[in-house]
């Protein structure tokens, strides 16, 4: 079963290697992540803006990531980093550019 979650903020995902990215995300996910941050499966996340505008960009990230991902579980074992095609890397800069981020 596919997610229908709606991206409201962008968060930066710090992994145990020490790299990090920005994500388009919500607090559903950011829970998640703060989840395998506590469990050591990442170094830590932070959310960089809340309540992001629902720009065209947003609407078609969030129907690539409803489309292609699962909103795990509570009880999930490893952290799934959201991979991207070339195409939505576009589509993520350009919200982190509406968002004056990075």
Not at 35 to 54: D, E
Request: proline share 3%.
């Amino acid at each position: 079963m596919k997610s229908h979650e709606t991206l409201t903020l962008i968060e930066e995902i710090t992994l145990n290697d020490g790299t990090s990215y920005f994500e388009i995300s919500n607090m559903v996910q950011n829970g998640r992540a703060e989840l395998a941050a506590i469990r050591g499966m990442i170094k830590s996340v932070r959310i960089l803006q809340l309540n992001i505008p629902h720009s065209s960009s947003v609407i078609e990230y969030e129907s690539y990531i409803n489309e292609n991902f699962e909103m795990p579980s509570e009880k999930f074992d490893h952290f799934e980093r959201w991979q991207r095609t070339p195409e939505m890397e576009k589509i993520v800069e350009q919200i982190l550019q509406e968002n004056h981020i990075a």
